[in-house]
């Protein structure tokens, strides 16, 4: 409840921000406009100017305008956070900034994007409810299909005794893809948000050492083992 409340303080905070400064140059263009005309100056050019001056600004501020209008739902609607891990055009980092005409996100390679708002079309958000943890291993085709996906079940099992927090059981999805080096077996689970990787780096371990004992290594042109016992 706590965190629901400052997260929709943040979001107000940023909009009433950006509706007073709006407020506050539309304020200011009226006080003008009324002082030109108590003082008897015909304010009809200055208007005419302004229209002008207004017309030729829109059209070379319209990218602006759009980054502030993205924003601004961007914000309003939580899609993204702080400290969120999210993927914008293929792209995946942390968000360290979120403001209404632009937003940071720093990659795991340490380079910090910046992005307009208005050049955001899709935003895939990691740190929202849960992620998904995919291993997946390529064997040969000289290898027994059945005793591979036994051996990742094992490591499924193993990994699940071993860790507690977990949204839900290690599935073996069975063979996902024929490339020409070998069928692809897939083993996933359910995990909290942002553990993904770290998760995903143990399943890969466990399953390696899994086919290791069952005498079946990944691959392409490596030995046969001897089931270990």
Request: hydrophobic share 50%.
């Amino acid at each position: 409840m706590i965190h629901t409340f400052q997260v929709g303080t943040f979001r107000e905070r940023k909009i009433r921000r950006v509706l007073w400064g709006i407020l506050r140059y539309a304020i200011i263009f009226v006080a003008l406009i009324l002082m030109l005309g108590a003082v008897h100056i015909n304010v009809t050019p200055v208007l005419a100017s302004a229209g002008v001056l207004g017309l030729v600004l829109g059209f070379g501020a319209q990218y602006i305008v759009r980054d502030l209008l993205a924003g601004v739902f961007l914000i309003s609607e939580g899609i993204i956070r702080v400290g969120d891990i999210v993927r914008v055009d293929g792209d995946v980092g942390t968000v360290e900034r979120v403001s209404i005409r632009i937003t940071q996100i720093r990659k795991f390679s340490g380079e910090l994007l910046t992005i307009p708002n208005g050049a955001i079309t899709r935003i895939g958000n990691l740190s929202r409810e849960y992620a998904v943890a995919t291993v997946q291993i390529t064997i040969p085709y000289t290898q027994d299909a059945g005793q591979a996906l036994e051996a990742l079940r094992d490591a499924g099992r193993a990994w699940a005794a071993a860790v507690a927090d977990k949204r839900a059981e290690p599935n073996v999805d069975g063979i996902v893809e024929f490339r020409d080096s070998g069928a692809v077996l897939q083993l996933s689970v359910a995990v909290a948000p942002e553990v993904q990787y770290s998760a995903a780096a143990d399943l890969r371990r466990r399953a390696i050492e899994a086919l290791t004992r069952a005498g079946i290594r990944p691959g392409v042109g490596w030995p046969q083992a001897p089931p270990v016992a």
